[in-house]
C-alpha cells in the first residue's frame, strides 16, 4: 500500500491521506512534509500500532478530526512517517533545545559540552530527511547534548538549513573554518575533535537514529570506573570485521587527543580521501592504533557480536527492543530500516557472551516498529 498526499501540511491544516495503488510521493514532497514539522504544527495524541486490524482510531484536530485505519497507520508507521509522535514535540518545546541562543548563553565548558557531529552533503532525502528526525529525537534521547552538523553553504536545500537551525542544531558551514572545506564530505564531523570548547563527542551517521539503545551505551562508558577516554560500539555482524566504525564511536575529546599525541585532527584528515571506509581507516590509524597498544584501560567498547575479539571490549546489558534492532541501523528515505541489515543479524551466529538476552521468536521480515524512527 502506498500513500499519496491531497495537501501538505499549512497552518491549522492536517494533510489528508488516501491509499492508492500506483502513486508514489516524490523526495521534494517528502523532504517538504518533514520540513514543515515543528512545534507549531498539530501532532496526533496516541501511539500508532498495536490496533485491532478492523478497529480505526481517530485523532482530534483544531478544526479537524482524523480517521486512522489500522492499515494507514501501519502504513505511516512503516513507510512515510507524516505525523510527530507528540511526545518528541512536547519535549522540543519543553527543551532549551528549541531556543539556540538562549542555550548558548547559559552553557559553560566545565566538562559538560557535549556534542553529537555528524556531516551533511548533498539532496539524498535518505540523509536529509536523517538529519531533521535525529534534531528531532535529540531533546529525548540525548538530552543536554548538541547536536552538531557539518555541511557547505550551498549544498544543503536552505529551507532544511533554517528547519535545523530552529531545532537547536548548532551548523557549522565548513567554507568559514580553514582546512575543513578541503576534506572529504564524511570526514567534516571528526574534525569536533580539534574544537577546543568541546568536552564530550560522540561521531554518528545522518542515515542512522539516535536511540535509546545508543544512549544507555553511551551513559554507561560515561560512568564507567576510570572514565576511560575513548568508547565504540559494534553492535551488529558488519561491525565485527572492523575496530571502530566511522559512525560509532566517541571521546572525551580532550584526553584523548593528548593520548593520541596532541596533533591537529584536521592536518591529519587531509591524508584521507573520499573512498569507502576511508573514515575508519583515519580512526583506525590514528585513534585505535595507539590506544589499543598504549593504552588498552582508555578503550571502552560495547559489543553484542564480538566481545571477546577486540581489546577493551564489554558485553551489552540492553536488550533490543525489537529482534532487528541495532545501533548504527541505516534507514532509507521513507524512514524503513535496511532489510539486509536485519536478515544478516536474525540469521547469522549469535555470541550469549556478548548479549545480557538473546530474544527468541525472532522474524527475519520485520513489520512492525515499536516508535516512530
Not at 276 to 283: A, K, L, P, Q
Not at 291 to 299: D, G
Amino acid at each position: 500500500m502506498l500513500l499519496s498526499f491531497r495537501s501538505i501540511f499549512k497552518k491549522n491544516e492536517v494533510a489528508s491521506l488516501t491509499t492508492e495503488s500506483s502513486v508514489r510521493v516524490s523526495n521534494s514532497s517528502l523532504l517538504k512534509t518533514f520540513l514543515d514539522l515543528s512545534p507549531d504544527r498539530p501532532c496526533l495524541r496516541g501511539a500508532f500500532g498495536g490496533t485491532p486490524h478492523n478497529r480505526a482510531q481517530r485523532y482530534s484536530f483544531p478544526h479537524t478530526t482524523l480517521t486512522l485505519t489500522y492499515d494507514i497507520q501501519l502504513a505511516l508507521v512503516n513507510g512515510i512517517v507524516v505525523f510527530e509522535h507528540c511526545s518528541y514535540v512536547d519535549a522540543m518545546k519543553a527543551s532549551p533545545q528549541s531556543c539556540l541562543p538562549c542555550q548558548l548563553q547559559g552553557e559553560t565548558t566545565a566538562g559538560n559540552y557535549k556534542v553529537i557531529s555528524m556531516s551533511l552533503y548533498g539532496d539524498d532525502p535518505r540523509y536529509t530527511i536523517g538529519a531533521l528526525r535525529n534534531a528531532q529525537r535529540l531533546p529525548i534521547v540525548f538530552p543536554g547534548w548538541k547536536l552538531r552538523i557539518y555541511y557547505r553553504d550551498g549544498d544543503v536545500l536552505r529551507h532544511l538549513v533554517d528547519r535545523l537551525r530552529e531545532l537547536g542544531v548548532e551548523l557549522i558551514d565548513v567554507t568559514t573554518t580553514p582546512g575543513v572545506a578541503a576534506l572529504a564530505p564524511m570526514l567534516w564531523r571528526m574534525t569536533v575533535l580539534d574544537d577546543p570548547f568541546v568536552d564530550v563527542v560522540l561521531s554518528r551517521d545522518a542515515d542512522s537514529r539516535l536511540t535509546d539503545r545508543d544512549a544507555t551505551a553511551v551513559g554507561a562508558w560515561l560512568s564507567a570506573h576510570g572514565r576511560p577516554a575513548f568508547h565504540c560500539i559494534r553492535d551488529h555482524p558488519s561491525h565485527a570485521l572492523f575496530s571502530v566504525n566511522g559512525g560509532l564511536w566517541g571521546a572525551r575529546r580532550r584526553r584523548l587527543v593528548d593520548l593520541v599525541g596532541g596533533r591537529p585532527m584536521t592536518l591529519l584528515l587531509a591524508n584521507f580521501g573520499d573512498q569507502y571506509m576511508d573514515d575508519m581507516r583515519f580512526v583506525d590509524e590514528h585513534i585505535w592504533t595507539p590506544l589499543s597498544t598504549q593504552f588498552q584501560q582508555e578503550i571502552y567498547c560495547h559489543d553484542s557480536v564480538s566481545c571477546n575479539s577486540w581489546v577493551g571490549a564489554h558485553p551489552f546489558t540492553i536488550p533490543r527492543r525489537w529482534p532487528g534492532e541495532h545501533v548504527g541501523q541505516v534507514y532509507d528515505a521513507w524512514t524503513r530500516p535496511r532489510q539486509d541489515d536485519i536478515n544478516l543479524l536474525l540469521t547469522g551466529d549469535r555470541n550469549s557472551m556478548c548479549e545480557s538476552e538473546i530474544q527468541s521468536n525472532e522474524s527475519v521480515q520485520y513489520n512492525r516498529p515499536t516508535m516512530f524512527v
